[in-house]
């Protein structure tokens, strides 16, 4: 199963990987910058958790897409 791991402190808020996986992505009211929804935390920090293999494709996408490069996927 896919591990990601979202650099907070660089990202933009541009909001594409929300648009790209919204199962997995979603914008963290406080600060307006990505985390990862709860489900699939690994703990308490919103910016690590691991996906289920069918989100696979999407996390990729969303890694890919992002302007700032801040999403990790291993
Ligand atoms: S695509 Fe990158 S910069 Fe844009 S909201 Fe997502 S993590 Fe932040």
């Known amino acids: 199963m896919p591990r ?19 199962d997995v992505f979603e914008e963290d009211p406080s600060d307006a910058k990505s985390r990862v929804v709860e489900q699939y935390r690994d703990g308490a920090d919103p910016a690590e958790g691991t996906v289920p293999d ?21």
């Open 54 to 74: 069918g989100l696979a494709e999407c996390v990729r996408r969303a890694s890919d897409a992002c302007p700032v490069a801040v999403i990790a996927v291993e």
């Open 4 to 22: 990601v791991t979202i650099d907070r402190d660089g990202c933009i808020s541009c909001g594409t990987c929300l648009v790209e996986c919204p």
